[in-house]
């Protein structure tokens, strides 16, 4: 996040101007680790009709785990 700053301000952009962008990012979006079905290329999009169930799991203390939305890409 520091970088981000620091470029802002070596730009010569005002902290007005981070504080309207930080405000606009659509961040749950960005912050979600696969952008939208929508913004992929052509091939991911048809990876993901031909292969719409996508089982991710993952390990934690607890044991295994497997993602709420597992069925991610079915739009």
Do not use: Q
Request: glycine share 10%; hydrophobic share 35%.
């Amino acid at each position: 996040m520091g970088v981000l700053v620091g470029g802002f301000e070596a730009k010569g952009r005002s902290p007005a101007d981070l504080r309207t962008i930080v405000r606009e990012v659509p961040w749950v979006t960005l912050l979600a680790g696969t952008p939208p079905f929508r913004d992929l290329w052509f091939r991911r999009r048809e990876d993901r009709k031909a292969h719409p169930n996508l089982l991710e799991l993952g390990l934690r203390s607890t044991g295994l785990h497997c993602r709420a939305d597992s069925t991610r890409g079915m739009r």
